[in-house]
């Protein structure tokens, strides 16, 4: 019953460094998303995923990639990361459009 | 663009009573969802209530209820009866029905719950 998994939970990284945000969802979902949200403020769209190999920019794409080769695997990959990516990670995942999404625990991110 | 706007960026309530948050949205879009989810201190996000908007039925889920308001582009949470636990960040979020358009969030509403 793990539903959506987040790894790491915490982590710091120094200007310029790389890093990839796990996401998996045991659930059979075909709809994946990656948020952040910015202190006290609402969540926006990294990248979301329809199915596996299909991907699609949200409304904050920028210094982000990510990947589905799975239906239960999202990565997000931060490559030179910058202190403006401070922030925290959600992943997400529904059955299809209109559905509600299920959260993971989110993974909060330091550059320093 | 579509865009999800909470005017209350806090609100209190005492414990037992009843609290309305509010969200309006922008869109041209006839059929398509509204959400509401609740963020506790724990950080998770929980989904509250869901409304399709094809259905003018109010949704309902237990304590909480939604007053959606088509023409209007409205779509307020009501809480009744409040519980100490019931103090979180709470987002409105609305979803075009295309099968490939995301949800959109607004920036929550913080509510206190004082006993």
């Known amino acids: 019953n793990a539903g959506v998994t987040q790894t790491p939970k915490f982590r710091i990284l120094k200007i310029g460094q790389s890093m990839t945000l796990q996401c998996t969802q045991d659930?059979?979902?075909?709809?994946m998303y990656w948020y952040r949200q910015d202190p006290g403020m609402g969540l926006k769209l990294i990248y979301y995923?329809?199915?596996?190999?299909?991907?699609d920019k949200g409304e904050v794409p920028n210094g982000y990639n990510v990947s589905r080769s799975t239906t239960e695997d999202f990565p997000l990959r931060l490559e030179l990361a910058a202190p403006s990516q401070t922030s925290v990670y959600f992943c997400?995942?529904?059955?299809?459009?209109?559905?509600?999404?299920?959260f993971g625990d989110g993974t909060r991110l330091s550059i320093l | 663009a579509q865009t999800v706007t909470q005017s209350q960026p806090e609100m209190s309530v005492q414990e037992a009573e009843t609290v309305t948050l509010s969200c309006t949205y922008d869109?041209?879009?006839?059929?398509?969802?509204l959400f509401w989810y609740k963020q506790p201190p724990s950080r998770q996000m929980i989904l509250v209530i869901r409304?399709?908007?094809?259905?003018?039925q109010n949704a309902t889920e237990n304590r909480f209820s939604v007053n959606f308001q088509k023409a209007a582009k409205s779509f307020s949470l009501k809480i009744s009866d409040s519980q100490l636990g019931d103090a979180a960040m709470y987002f409105c979020?609305?979803?075009?029905?295309?099968?490939?358009?995301?949800?959109?969030f607004g920036k929550g509403t913080r509510l206190s719950v004082i006993a």
């Open positions: 997400a995942s529904s059955s299809r459009g209109g559905q509600p999404q299920h």
């Open positions: 659930m059979n979902h075909n709809y």
């Open positions: 995923s329809v199915g596996a190999g299909i991907t």
């Open positions: 869109t041209s879009e006839s059929d398509y969802y």
């Open positions: 409304q399709e908007a094809y259905k003018q």
């Open positions: 979020a609305y979803e075009k029905n295309s099968g490939n358009t995301p949800l959109v």
